[in-house]
Nanobody, 115 residues
Framework: QVQLVESGGGLVPPGGSLRLSCAAS????????MGWYRQAPGKQRELVAA????????NYLDSVEGRFTISRDNAKNTVYLQMNDLKREDTAVYYC????????WGQGTQVTVSS
């Protein structure tokens, strides 16, 4: 069964940075378009960033545009999310998943932005 394993979360102060990783236990991640999602307490899961197979095009939630960067390494079956200038409202559990046919959700990685 396909597994998505997210890592890299933690506790950071406002303005800090984190780099999240998502490792997919697939024989080949390419050409699946991938996305990073987040779910804050009491809120619905939302799409934060998405990237196409080649990595040449990405889309972002307005509130993270210019601060977050999604990338992928198809040779490593891994997708990344570089998060800079973190804000308290970025606090959530972050998940990755396919933007086409959904894969089983992983456990996510907790990101907490607090002083």
């Amino acid at each position: 069964q396909v597994q998505l394993v997210e890592s890299g979360g933690g506790l950071v102060p406002p303005g800090g940075s984190l780099r999240l990783s998502c490792a997919a236990s697939l024989s080949k991640l390419s050409p699946i378009p991938m996305g990073w999602y987040r779910q804050a307490p009491g809120k619905q899961r939302e799409l934060v960033a998405a990237i196409i197979d080649s990595g040449l095009r990405a889309n972002y939630l307005d509130s993270v545009e210019g601060r977050f960067t999604i990338s992928r390494d198809n040779a490593k079956n891994t997708v990344y999310l570089q998060m800079n200038d973190l804000k308290r409202e970025d606090t959530a559990v972050y998940y990755c998943n396919s933007r086409s046919t959904p894969l089983p959700w992983g456990q996510g990685t907790q990101v907490t932005v607090s002083s």
